[in-house]
């Protein structure tokens, strides 16, 4: 069994004992603290309650005599009061004992409460009769009460001594619970200190016994004494660190053994050995005759180098500033694309509404046809209308004035016969005046007739000359019309011209545009490819100054060499003296 196993079963076996010992005195403990809680939350509130129970019996006895015998209703109040005290105490009692799971004592305490109920019933009643039918009466209710009156005392009786028997058996039960978690203590921590005393023998013997066995090997060692013996048979550490310093001991003597054959070949070597320095410093003196000659090359080599970046440089700056230029180029050139397009739009726009407004004039013209001839229509039927039937009032209006000046004539003739006629004569006379006044005024209408005839006419004759103005007017308008027609279909013409233009500067721009982006390109792949001939060159400048500094190193190294190899001719010497020493304390181990 390994030691270390041991050990731990040891401390696991006691730290059992130890949980187990703690877990039983925590469980006997809550069992007591159980205990101690019943008696305190139930035994003693109960015992509490009926006394309280049996002072407030005692109080509705008192207040029902006292009503009973002074007819206060006061009395009645204060004996209701402790009733329900006495009530409430004991339904209160009751839900314990069945949380607690008493049945019995739920049972007896609800025979006590029905008890109470018929004890106050009764003594109210019996009160109510003394102070209504008077002492006699009520003396006889006195006869009921008294009876329940003394079975309400002993049944209260009866629950304080029940409640003091169980606190009595709990506290019984308590010490006794209490005497027992102290023997099992006892007895628990007795297994336990036994347990931890053969825990400590047993680890005590096994390290003893290891110990002792890997103390021979250090008895061996200081003797000088490195020879094997057997493996150890046991399986704990102590056996293994015996057989690791049995196998230290094995590969020591194998060491020691090595090297007692090392030191007879190391006289040979060593002469070998300084015959190879004198060579090697022989080669080493050409090597850095050489090394001088390609560290020239190579400081040539670099000034090249850092020659061709001053050179690439500029030239990458150069294309640098081609490439801004481009680049601007470039935004010019997407702006024209863009000013050309919005010009092309425009145009376009231009040559839609030209189209639009030619066919609007071409409407215009063909109105404007309508319009003059309408108008000739119009002065036409108009002097063929108007005229013509004015000449034709004028006639009639000549006409009349003849008929009046004939009826004026008569009329004159009429009245010469009216007067020759005498007092006969006289009506005659009056219709003669009356047709000479209608004659008047016929002339005078006919004159009337004729002046506005005139001015019909005059106006009919002006109406004709504006008209023919008019008409002249709108052969004008047709001549302009068609004339901006033309101007239009021109202005059409051009803007389509200008469109084809516009279109073909926009081919032109985008073929600008791809041939800057392509240059643009090209001159960025010009840039990263002189950047990478610049980093190329600067690889190149390191690697030459790597070469150069390697190149110094070596010429260095190469003296630090010739003077190693004149010390490796002295230190083959020391060789010598050294393994000579060292054979002497091999031969002193026992193998």
Known sequence: MKLRTAVISSYIIILVALIAFSSFTI??????????????????????????????????????????????????????????????????????????????????????????????????????????????????????????????????????????????????????????????????????????????????????????????????????????????????????????????????????????????????????????????????????????????????????????????????????????????????????????????????????????KSESIIQLVEVVNDGSRTLTEMADGFKTGVVDRIEGISEMASAIQQIASQTNLLSMNAAIEAAHAGDAGKGFAVVADEIRKLAETSAQSSASISKIIKEISDGVNETEIKTKKSSEAFDVINSEIKETKQAFDGIALSTQELNVGGKQILDAMIMLQVVTINVKNASGEMTSGSEQIVRGQLVLKDISDNVTKGMMEISSGSEQIVVAADEIVNFSVELNSVVESLKEEADKFKT
């Open 27 to 356: 469980l006997r403990s809550n069992e007591s603290l159980v205990a101690v809680s019943f008696i305190q939350s139930n035994i003693r509130v109960s015992v509490a309650n009926m006394n309280q129970i049996k002072t407030d019996i005692i109080k509705i006895q008192e207040w029902l005599t006292d009503a009973a015998a002074t007819g206060f209703p006061d009395g009645f109040d204060e004996a209701e009061k402790y009733y329900q005290d006495a009530f409430k105490l004991i339904d209160e009692d009751i839900q314990r004992k069945i949380s607690a799971d008493k049945p019995e004592l739920a049972d007896k305490l609800t025979n006590m409460q029905n008890k109470l109920q018929l004890y106050y019933s009764t003594g109210k009643q019996m009160a109510h009769v003394y102070v209504d039918e008077g002492r006699d009466a009520g003396n006889i209710w006195m006869a009921k009460f008294d009876p329940i009156a003394e079975e309400l005392g002993e049944i209260t009786d009866e629950m304080m001594a029940t409640y003091s028997g169980v606190y009595d058996s709990n506290l019984m039960q308590l010490e006794s619970d209490q005497k027992n978690i102290i023997n099992l203590l006892i007895l628990i921590s007795g297994i336990v200190i036994l347990i931890i005393v053969l825990a400590g023998i047993y680890v005590s013997v096994a390290f003893s016994r290891g110990i002792t066995l890997v103390s021979g090997y250090s008895n061996k060692l200081s003797e000088n004494d490195i020879s094997v013996s057997k493996s150890s048979k046991r399986k704990d550490e102590f056996g293994r660190i015996a057989n690791q310093f049995r196998n230290s001991f094995q590969s020591l003597n194998s060491l020691v053994s090595s090297i007692k054959s090392s030191t007879d070949t190391t006289a040979g070597i060593k002469d070998s050995l300084a015959a190879s320095a004198e060579e090697a410093s022989a080669t080493i003196i050409n090597i850095k005759n050489n090394t001088t000659v390609l560290l020239q090359e190579s400081e040539k080599m670099n000034q090249n180098v850092t020659d061709n970046v001053t050179s690439i440089e500029e030239i990458t700056a150069n294309i640098n500033s081609i490439n801004n230029q481009i680049t601007e180029q470039a935004s010019m050139v997407e702006e024209s694309t863009a000013s050309i397009t919005e010009m092309i739009s425009s145009l376009e726009s231009v040559n839609n509404i030209t189209k639009k």
